[in-house]
């Protein structure tokens, strides 16, 4: 054990259960399931972050009743035992202790039939909430529908128990139907279950003793809980503190597990991005955390990357036990990296939330860690040599270049990257000098580390020529050369050049992010793509001075993958402070010499902006694949990734890099992307029950 964190390894009992350090995975959605358990994808998921004297527990999310389980597993059928023993049985033999957080989800009512509309989401009041600007109303449940809510509990508890798990936990947090009910926000009852504290509480204590009852003597009994609504109406932390007391003192509960945030009004704490402070649940937790007395006090405490962190929280008496869920996503081996002293090989979540957001692509795994959710086929122990070692050369130094580089020296290869700019990380190091998004450096750090501890040669500020490349006569070519900002303002809302975008006063991102130009005076950002490039330029023109008018045939100036991302409503108010203004469902018809011509994209109605110094161009960008053109038919492998392939989000690059250079020097193993794309895929990558 390292001598720098004696609190975190040291072991600690949570009701009859011995866990053997102080550090939790946090439940979250899981898409890995089949049917209503765990599949064996959501088992190695969870193994690989416990196994090696990693995490002590694991808290898995379940939704509590057969209709909500979209993102996460339901114990409530029996059926779905054999599933949950094997995945219990799994964490038990990597060295972990396993519970399991059962909600009823508001997001989750489930449908009455395949394909059908949604069935209601029963809550304490009919009440409106509104999530990607979709607005729906709940329904106000009865007493029928409350004692069968319990049964639930009860039904779920008992299965769980005789699946082998350690403990479990009740969310009343995230506006799950505990908390509404705790929530004079959301409970407006005349009933025995509304008006008073007490009358509020009398749900979540009804619960609690129902699943005590079936869970037995063995299981730990918590909860995940809501220490601020943070919301006019709400309770706040004085509330908060009387419900923990009053609970702790029944001894209903064996842990507490303390956070904030509602959903969805306040989705952007519950999963705080790079605009929000680390540890933002510190200040809250420390308020309540002593109502629980002797009870142990859980906490993610709000995006902790680093263990001296959580090493310091408890050593202050924040909380008995810290977790997180994205830093343990983007890194499996965060826990057993620090027992080891070993913190350096470890990646640093970026706090991106592509784990969240990729929701808008129907995609789900990590932006820098493509192996996550994918571990029973990618994991840290899948990196066996390669049937034949092969001179391999990359070429672009971006997350695509540096993963695949990365990936084929684990597999053993001899590997060369060329890259253009002075810089290795691509447009990833361009958006991190991007006010606020200055965190995404961790990434490319830790790639560069890798890099240099693989072995890996590295040419920089050189542009890779046919010749350079074959002079190395490499087996296996990957081009990686990314994606440029267009020139002449292409874009998916109008793919053809913009007149008079070739003017010496239009520039692209790119120009602004190298340090080429300052634009100032009145300037345009011309968005038609809704990322961080756009907004993030606008916010750091705006800082600098310039009067900033973003334009956006959109209706915001993000699209929905910073909405799903939860980083919407923040990146905006950074866009404010920077007196940026904004202008929807308008794009240019052509740049004038100093105003520009517009029209309304949905009545086509004209008008004109005058008295503009300068446009930048943040429109669509063009992959950078002429080499690869060039290069067809000179190397036994060939393979195009991420934006040089065709431009996707930002997690292609490094979920493109492993998965091509896993193939480099592989039996039977496709020579091209084209190979690739027309080949079935392998029956292995999809995933099946976890008891088999």
């Known amino acids: 054990m390292h001598p720098k964190y004696p609190n975190v390894f040291k072991p600690i009992k949570v009701g009859p259960v011995q866990l053997p350090n102080r550090y939790y995975f946090s439940p979250h959605g899981l ?224 842990f507490a597990d303390l956070d904030i945030a509602m959903e969805p009004l306040q989705l952007q704490y519950g999963m705080p991005t790079v605009f929000v402070e680390e540890h933002v649940y510190k200040r809250y937790v420390e308020k309540v955390r002593g109502a629980a007395g002797d009870v142990p006090v859980l906490s993610v405490l709000g995006r902790v990357t680093r263990m001296a962190d959580a090493e310091a929280a408890i050593a202050a008496g924040v909380c008995d036990m810290v977790g997180s869920a994205r830093e343990l996503i983007a890194e499996p081996r965060f826990v057993k990296h620090a027992y080891d002293g070993t913190e350096k090989l470890g990646r640093t979540c970026i706090a991106c939330n592509w784990c969240l957001g990729g929701m808008a692509d129907g995609a789900f795994g990590c932006s820098i860690n493509p192996a996550s959710y994918r571990e029973r086929i990618w994991g840290v122990n899948t990196f066996a040599a390669a049937a034949r070692r092969r001179r391999v050369v990359v070429i672009g130094g971006g997350p695509a270049g540096l993963e695949a580089a990365r990936v084929a020296a684990l597999k053993g290869h001899e590997v060369t990257i060329f890259e253009a700019r002075d810089q290795l990380g691509g447009n990833l190091e361009l958006w991190a000098r991007l006010p606020g998004r200055e965190f995404y450096r961790h990434a490319i750090d830790w790639w560069r580390r890798e890099i240099v501890r693989l072995g890996v040669t590295v040419h920089k500020s050189k542009v890779a020529a046919t010749n350079d490349v074959l002079q190395l006569a490499p087996h296996a070519v990957i081009v990686a050369t990314g994606a440029l900002f267009s020139k002449t303002g292409r874009t998916g809302i109008a793919d053809r050049d913009i007149p008079g975008a070739d003017r010496p006063h239009v520039f692209c991102v790119e120009d602004i992010l190298l340090g080429k130009v300052q634009p100032s005076g009145r300037v345009v950002v011309l968005d038609g793509e809704g990322t961080h490039a756009s907004i993030g330029v606008a916010e750091l023109l705006g800082r600098g001075g310039a009067h900033v008018t973003m334009i956006s045939a959109n209706f915001a100036p993000y699209s929905n993958r910073i909405l799903f991302a939860f980083e919407s409503e923040l990146a905006v108010k950074r866009m404010l402070e920077a007196d940026v203004a904004f202008r929807s469902a308008t794009w240019v018809r052509r740049i004038g010499e100093n105003d520009l011509e517009l029209f309304d994209v949905n009545s086509g109605r004209e008008s004109k902006m005058d008295r503009v110094d300068a446009v930048v161009l943040a429109t669509g960008r063009i992959s950078v694949d002429g080499i690869a053109r060039e290069l067809e038919g000179k190397a036994e492998q060939l393979f195009t990734i991420g934006d040089a392939l065709a431009v996707r989000p930002f997690a292609t690059a490094a979920f493109e890099g492993q998965k091509f250079a896993r193939l480099i020097g592989e039996l039977n193993a496709p020579r091209s992307v084209a190979e690739a794309y027309f080949m079935s895929d392998d029956p292995n990558v999809y995933p099946a029950p976890a008891d088999g």
């Open 31 to 254: 898409p890995l399931t089949i049917g209503c358990g765990p599949s064996n994808d959501l088992v190695a998921y969870c193994t690989e972050r416990v196994q090696d004297r990693g995490c002590g527990l694991v808290i898995l999310s379940c939704t509590v009743h057969d209709r909500g389980r979209t993102y996460q597993p339901s114990p409530y059928s029996t059926h779905s035992i054999g599933a949950f023993r094997a995945l219990a049985d799994a964490v038990h033999s990597a060295g972990g202790r396993i519970f399991a957080q059962l909600w009823y989800n508001w997001n989750a009512p489930g449908h009455w039939a395949p394909l059908a509309p949604a069935a209601p989401t029963l809550s304490p009041s009919a009440s409106q909430y509104s999530y990607g600007g979709m607005s729906n109303g709940t329904h106000s449940v009865t007493r029928e529908e409350i004692r069968m809510m319990h049964e639930c509990h009860r039904r779920s508890a008992t299965n769980l128990r005789d699946a082998g798990f350690d403990g479990i936990e009740i969310h009343a947090s995230h506006s799950g139907i505990m908390e509404q009910f705790l929530s004079p926000y959301f409970n407006r009852r005349d009933d025995e279950y509304g008006g008073s504290l007490e009358n509020r509480m009398r749900l979540l204590v009804e619960t609690l003793q129902t699943t005590r009852t079936a869970a037995g003597k063995d299981m730990a009994i918590g909860m995940r809980f809501n220490c601020d609504e943070l919301v006019e109406g709400g309770y706040g932390t004085a509330d908060a503190y009387d419900v923990l007391q009053k609970l702790c003192a029944h001894g209903l509960l064996d």
